[in-house]
């Protein structure tokens, strides 16, 4: 076999070897510490906070994150000085592993979007089991629409739904949020001075509900799940990465007995419901549910 065949399998076979997970007790001190670069939804949610604060007691490794749009925060990590993403955007996200700068995507979590908009619903949507179809009239009556605009995970999702509905929005019903880089919360208060519709998730939503007047009209659509997942920077790619801290992150996150049972919980104390639902592959073969392909 020519030498670079031989490389070439030597890789592919160590890329089906199992990651050993380093114990937080086996990382030098220098390089117990992880920056992560998160989707900015989850920030505002809360949920971000309390995993890295949990994770810290429990292991002495600190994260610190930094929060941008899920493409802004792949970006960033492009640049090598991330060693985690936490991210919303799959087409994105695949691109970032398959163009190396990611090890793999690690699913943790989910919650869903919303459409939401003025209770007089000039479009008249509530109700609808579709979000596509909800878009459809909305486009059609020219009722005002408020995107985000920022190729940010939640603008992703849009951008989906539109496509659903074979319509590419555009005219002048159709308003860029332009503090949509700001996150979620930016681009709802937005739209709620415009008393528009937007397709937001539902956490954002909630913390944001006593602030304004816009209700949620279509939901329950499985086209509107929001499923988040952490990627490991590549330390073959960037050798100044912390991936054993990284690694050990993602392991205490996807237990189901560690930050799976956080993101379970996270929520119901305050809102009577949990903002986050747990998704890991370790989760769901515990709870008896199907692996999925998310």
Not at 28 to 42: A, C, D, M, Q, Y
Not at 235 to 260: I, L, M, N, S, T
């Amino acid at each position: 076999m020519p030498a670079p065949a031989r490389i070439l399998a030597f890789l592919c076979l160590v890329a089906l070897l199992p990651i050993r997970v380093a114990a937080a007790g086996e990382i030098p001190e220098e390089k117990r510490f992880v920056l992560l670069s998160s989707t900015i939804g989850p920030i505002e949610a809360g949920i971000v906070p309390a995993l890295e604060e949990r994770f810290e007691k429990d292991t002495g490794i600190r994260v610190r994150h930094v929060g941008a749009g899920t493409g802004a925060a792949l970006k960033m990590a492009e640049g090598g000085q991330i060693d985690l993403v936490l991210a919303h955007a799959r087409p994105l996200e695949e691109k970032f592993v398959k163009d190396g700068f990611g090890t793999r995507r690690v699913p943790i979590m989910y919650n869903d979007f919303v459409l939401v908009g003025p209770a007089s619903d000039p479009a008249g949507i509530r109700g609808m089991a579709k979000a596509a179809d909800a878009l459809k009239a909305i486009s059609e009556k020219g009722a005002p629409f408020v995107s985000r605009g920022d190729r940010s995970g939640t603008h992703v999702a849009e951008l989906e739904l539109w496509k659903k509905a074979g319509i590419e929005p555009k005219g002048p019903w159709y308003l860029i949020c332009e503090k949509g880089s700001q996150g979620n919360s930016a681009t709802l208060r937005f739209a709620n001075e415009k008393s528009s519709y937007t397709v937001i998730d539902r956490a954002t939503y909630l913390g944001l509900a006593k602030e304004i007047r816009l209700q949620v009209l279509v939901e329950k659509d499985g086209a509107m799940i929001n499923y988040i997942t952490l990627i490991p920077v590549s330390a073959a790619k960037f050798p100044r990465v912390h991936p054993e801290a990284a690694e050990a992150f993602v392991a205490w996150v996807v237990d189901p007995a560690k930050g799976q049972a956080l993101i379970r919980d996270f929520g119901k104390e305050k809102f009577g419901a949990p903002l986050f639902f747990p998704n890991s592959a370790e989760y769901r073969k515990a709870a008896g549910l199907p692996a999925g392909d998310f």
